[in-house]
């Protein structure tokens, strides 16, 4: 029964990491909440692997971006370039940037998490304060592709993820709505979103994964395989239906879902 209960615990965390990773609701607020009412105690091993399963789910979604970029680069440094490589290649510097934007701040912000999961109920402003930035982000104008986005732009986008570390903070929900603001078509929006999380989720694995190799022995197998599984499903969906909402100009709708959250995490939690 004790094995039969940890396979379940372990799909239904797995599944609210696949969505919440992608969809702007915050992956981190709504595993820490699923955790507790569950009373699962998952450890630091089981965590990693689902990141895991994220991070393979985003490399599967945009695989044809992922292999025009490394395709661009080859040729770059190979003094072969075709038409498109230099948008291609300012695409990897704006991405290089963000990314060593995100981790000081992320170094700071993580420091802040420490303080909002000892005090639950701040989960739930941050969910409120997710809302906000979604419902703000329906008036940006969208309209500029890669090649017109400003370095300072790819700044501010870095600098979004890096505040996402918070519980309750919704990485995507930041990073696209950021953006938006800096003129970014929609489409791009959401692409630049998940390729930045790409070296985010890959450095978060490799840290916990010195800190986690200890824990393997702990953990069920069979609920290390469900909990894979159903974050890696429910991850592909969450992109699929994630990019379309983007498109679509509808992100706003999740605030109906994020301020009740929010305000019943600040009333029980």
């Known amino acids: 029964m004790d094995q039969l209960k940890t396979i379940i615990d372990s799909i239904i965390i797995g599944v609210v990491q696949g969505l919440?990773?992608?969809?702007?609701?915050?992956s981190s607020g709504h595993v820490e909440l699923a955790k507790r009412l569950l009373d699962f105690d998952a450890n630091r091993f089981f965590t990693v692997l689902l990141h895991m399963a994220t991070l393979a789910a985003v490399i599967i979604v945009f695989r044809r971006k992922i292999v025009a970029l490394f395709a661009a680069l080859l040729r770059i440094l190979g003094r072969r370039r075709r038409?498109?490589?230099s948008v291609l290649g300012r695409l990897w510097l704006l991405l290089v940037v963000s990314t060593?934007?995100?981790?000081?701040?992320a170094l700071v912000f993580g420091k802040m998490d420490e303080f909002v999961l000892a005090h639950p109920k701040l989960i739930g402003v941050c969910f409120l304060f997710?809302?906000?930035v979604l419902v703000a982000s329906a008036f940006f104008k969208a309209s500029r592709?890669?090649?017109r986005l400003s370095f300072p732009a790819s700044i501010a986008i870095g600098a979004a993820q890096g505040v996402a570390v918070l519980s309750g903070v919704s990485r995507s929900g930041l990073t696209v709505s950021a953006g938006l603001a800096a003129g970014l078509e929609r489409e791009s929006a959401a692409e630049y979103s998940f390729l930045l999380a790409i070296p985010a989720i890959l450095g978060a694995f490799l840290i916990d994964l010195k800190d986690a190799a200890g824990t393997v022995a702990q953990v069920s197998l069979p609920g290390l395989a469900a909990g894979f599984v159903a974050a890696f499903a429910a991850g592909l969906l969450a992109i699929i239906l994630f990019v379309k909402l983007v498109k679509a100009g509808r992100l706003w709708l999740f605030a109906i879902y994020l301020v009740p959250a929010g305000v019943?995490?600040?009333?029980?939690i």
């Open 20 to 26: 919440t990773e992608f969809l702007p609701i915050s």
């Open 83 to 85: 038409e498109g490589d």
């Open 100 to 105: 060593a934007v995100t981790v000081p701040v």
């Open 130 to 132: 997710t809302a906000a």
């Open 145 to 147: 592709g890669y090649d």
């Open 264 to 268: 019943l995490t600040i009333i029980f």
